[in-house]
């Protein structure tokens, strides 16, 4: 992980969890994060419909060009979403960073994969550190490793291992 990004995850932690994640996703300048930044749609590795900073759904419009604060608050109403939709699954305390790279991980991954994972049923077991090495598993779209995909994940597992105090 960069200084800066670092020294922005650090920065947004007492905003909480949300605020965690969306600094991992945008990065420290708004267009150096894990998911970089498009203004209009294109389709992801795997055929995806996508715009911003990763947002998929029937509401992308296909050659509009969307505002930096349009890319914002669409990621602020993803990760509202995933938050919502993973929460109950979580059985157990677990540090904001660690909840933050977890809605980062889910951001990109989908929720479904993330309930049947293994990863999951370690954090429930109380084992962080195993769920945050089942990070490094994640690291394929379409069947293919991608590097951005090896590195975005050991920048989720040095966040999700993060104590705070």
């Known amino acids: 992980m960069s200084p800066a ?3 922005s995850v650090i920065a947004a932690m007492s ?3 949300i605020a ?3 600094v991992l996703i945008t990065g420290p300048t708004g267009n150096d994060g894990l998911e970089g930044v498009r203004y209009q749609a294109y389709k992801d590795v795997v ?3 996508t715009v911003c ?3 998929a759904g029937k509401d992308i419009m296909l050659g ?6 349009e890319c914002r608050s669409l990621l602020n109403k993803d990760l509202t979403t995933v938050a919502r939709q993973i929460n109950p699954y979580i059985k157990t305390d677990i540090p904001e960073t660690t909840r933050g790279a977890l809605y980062s991980f889910v951001y990109n991954v989908g929720a479904g994969n993330f309930k049947t994972s293994t990863l999951l049923r370690l954090i429930n077991q109380g084992d962080t550190k195993g769920a945050c090495d089942q990070l490094r598993r994640w690291t394929y779209a379409g069947g293919v490793e991608w590097k951005g995909l090896v590195t975005r994940r050991e920048i989720e597992r040095e966040v999700c291992m993060w104590v705070q105090k």
């Open 53 to 55: 900073y990763g947002h």
């Open 20 to 22: 965690i994640a969306s």
């Open 47 to 49: 055929g995806v419909w």
């Open 15 to 17: 905003g909480g969890a």
């Open 64 to 69: 509009k060009t969307y505002t930096e604060a």
């Open 5 to 7: 990004l670092r020294k």
